[in-house]
């Protein structure tokens, strides 16, 4: 199916993309596993020639999630780092990048150990106030990079007034969309020049696919991310596509779960006793409550809290959950929770890291969609062994 923008977010989850495949009328896409395609002479193919440059389950993948962040063009990678670095390969050495302090510690990394030695450079500022981030473009400032809410501070960041500030400065504005999805919140409708997504957390949603992609409704880089991603090679196998256009189809229900359980779990954190934070972006104490409210469909499915204690507490207390599991990634239908410090962070310097407030006792939730009840009796559970361990 053609994407058609009158057509809501749920359904064009679920056909967007697709259609029922011609030969054998199989109503769900055929998974296309052939690294080469048949040509009837040198160079006269049906479309696709090589699986590096095309496949037909990679292209209906493709078209759904364009459809789903209203975007001209999506182009699949590998990984959520793979579509990071074949996006910022579209720079030159010598080119500037403003990106937002709180960022994926992989993210960071690509900036900070890879990027860094082919003459790109990074500098990472709090964006919570916009006027920060004109002051900060510089001559050679070719993007700026944030995520919104960020990683895992759950910063939120005014999409639409960072946009036209880089539309002024002729600066182009990549939106890593990862926590909110496009139901929560679209980027492109804001200005943004680009969605960058791991699909490995809430689009593919089951925690068994790594892969990322990028949309944008601008042909020239649409062209150039199409020539990098068969140029580069950062390609995701055609069963990880089909997967993820699978569990593209919940992706509405299962958000809409997410929220619902993290908006009453993060009310229980935020009334216990062991618990000196919370971060949420749907509760009234978040900083950018108001801006969730204007720029988000709801408040998301993470949060991340300060555990009185130290790493003792923390430790303790990840290790005594039960449905909770202690793992790194986000956004699957089972509920994780991780120690950014020592897991997800811990690529950032020391000094970031406590600059940010990414201490010991820091623990980052990502709510599932389980019972609300067992998932807030596992965390009491753990709060009995944190205080144990204090
Ligand atoms: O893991 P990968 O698919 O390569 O995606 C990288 C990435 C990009 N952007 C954001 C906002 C992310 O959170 C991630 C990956 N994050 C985790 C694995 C994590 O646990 O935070």
New binding site residues.
């Given amino acids: 199916m053609a994407h058609d923008n009158k057509l809501g977010i749920d359904t064009l989850a679920i056909h967007a993309g697709q259609s029922p495949d011609p030969v054998s009328g199989a109503v769900m896409t055929p998974v296309v596993m052939s690294s080469t395609f048949a040509q009837d002479g040198p160079g006269v193919h049906k479309g696709w020639d090589y699986g590096r440059a095309g496949n037909p389950t990679r292209d209906a993948l493709e078209g759904c999630l364009a459809a789903l962040e209203g975007a001209k063009h999506a182009i699949a990678f590998g990984?959520?780092?793979?579509a990071?670095t074949s996006v910022l390969l579209s720079l030159k050495s010598g080119d500037h990048v403003l990106v937002g302090d709180d960022v994926?510690g992989?993210?960071f990394r690509i900036f900070d150990k890879v990027l860094k030695d082919f003459g790109i450079s990074a500098t990472f500022i709090d964006m919570t106030d916009p006027i920060k981030v004109r002051e900060a473009i510089r001559k050679d400032t070719r993007m700026i990079w944030l995520?919104t809410p960020s990683?895992p501070m759950l910063k939120l960041f005014d999409i639409a007034a960072i946009a036209e500030i880089a539309n002024k400065a002729n600066v182009s504005l990549a939106v890593?969309n990862?926590?909110a999805t496009p139901v929560l919140q679209r980027p492109l409708e804001l200005g943004a020049t680009m969605v960058v997504h791991?699909m490995?957390?809430y689009l593919n949603g089951h925690s068994d696919v790594?892969?990322?992609c990028v949309m944008t409704s601008d042909d020239a880089l649409g062209e150039k991310l199409h020539f990098l991603q068969k140029a580069v090679g950062a390609v995701p196998g055609p069963f990880d596509c089909y997967m993820v256009l699978r569990g593209l189809k919940t992706l509405g229900v299962r958000v809409r779960q997410h929220v619902h359980n993290a908006r009453i779990l993060s009310e229980f954190l935020a009334g216990h006793e062991q618990v000196a934070r919370v971060i949420y972006p749907g509760l009234k104490s978040h900083p950018q409550h108001a801006l969730a409210g204007r720029q988000m469909k709801g408040p998301g499915g993470m949060i991340t809290f300060d555990l009185k204690g130290g790493l003792p507490a923390s430790t303790a207390f990840l290790k005594a959950l039960r449905i909770f599991v202690c793992a790194?990634?986000?956004g699957g239908v089972e509920s994780l929770a991780?120690l950014p410090a020592v897991m997800?962070h811990a690529s950032l310097t020391p000094e970031a890291r406590r600059d940010l407030g990414i201490g010991d006792g820091l623990i980052r939730l990502s709510v599932g969609i389980e019972d609300v009840a067992d998932l807030r009796s596992d965390l009491e559970a753990a709060f009995v062994a944190a205080r144990a361990a204090r």
């Fill in positions: 990984s959520g780092c793979g990071t994926y992989g993210t995520e990683n890593d990862t926590f791991s490995t957390k790594v892969a990322g790194e990634s986000l991780e997800t």
